[in-house]
């Protein structure tokens, strides 16, 4: 139990960085862990919400990130754009030449795949819109070769449903490189829309190899639905923004954790 004679800015701090790791907290929970009264904790998510930091819900309080809305591809690309080329970097340096890699909707997988174009005898299978654009316009005859899986498009732009997880299901591919809306130590992997995380699922059933590139932005916000725990992923690509408790946290539980 946390020392009770906290002041409520050390409370609300502390309270804070577990909604950012876990993405939810209870007030019962609180009680227990800060040795306070429910008044107390209910107080101190009044004004974690006041300011902006949580959302409060029935029995406790969410990442004030947390969210059903899907943003569209376009609003995402433009952000963490420095970011999102380093981490695209170090995840393209992870594809082998003749290998068949899977890339996932959203803009810094696609990131990763305008560096793959040149990669020789690659065959790249994609439930991304803008990635099968990006491939076909710009690969050309000795560009990758490209497999769209085909689906209903979300406004993130990725294809989704029964027909492309029917499709990604009877495949093998190498490697899957995969984003996220929003990463937690509890959640994992999560996204806004329920479909795409059913195909997320299906697209990380099929890879030998799981490769999840994610800024420090990510962390500690939660989508709707989770599609991954941290465990299920083999290589975890991230910035030096990330905090260090989400760096303990995804060293332990990932495969690899690479910070670029």
């Not at 040795?35 to 004030?64: F, I, P």
């Not at 952000?79 to 003749?98: H, R, S």
């Not at 803008?130 to 497999?147: I, S």
Request: hydrophobic content about 45%; proline content about 4%; overall charge negative.
């Amino acid at each position: 139990m946390t020392d009770s004679g906290l002041l409520a800015d050390q409370r609300r701090a502390l309270i804070l960085d577990l909604v950012r790791r876990d993405g939810a907290v209870k007030v019962a929970e609180l009680v227990d862990q800060l040795g306070v009264s429910d008044m107390t904790v209910r107080r101190d998510l009044d004004a974690l919400s006041r300011a902006g930091s949580v959302r409060k819900v029935y029995g406790g309080a969410v990442a004030r990130t947390a969210t059903a809305e899907e943003p569209a591809f376009e609003a995402k690309s433009g952000l963490e754009a420095d970011t999102k080329a380093a981490l695209a970097e170090a995840a393209a340096a992870q594809v082998q030449p003749g290998s068949v890699v899977a890339v996932s909707a959203g803009t810094t997988a696609y990131a990763v795949a305008a560096r793959l174009l040149d990669v020789p005898g690659l065959t790249v299978v994609t439930n991304s819109l803008p990635v099968a654009e990006l491939v076909r316009a710009r690969g050309g005859e000795k560009g990758p070769a490209l497999l769209l899986t085909g689906g209903a498009p979300t406004r993130s732009a990725a294809l989704v449903g029964p027909l492309a997880d029917q499709s990604i299901r009877s495949l093998h591919v190498d490697l899957l490189i995969i984003g996220a809306h929003g990463v937690s130590e509890r959640a994992g992997l999560t996204t806004p829309n329920l479909a795409e995380a059913e195909t997320n699922r299906a697209l990380i059933a099929s890879a030998h190899r799981t490769v999840a590139v994610a800024d420090h932005t990510k962390w500690g916000v939660v989508g709707l639905s989770s599609f991954a725990a941290l465990t299920d992923v083999d290589c975890f690509i991230t910035d030096h923004g990330i905090p260090d408790p989400a760096r303990t946290a995804l060293a332990e539980s990932c495969g690899d954790l690479l910070v670029v």
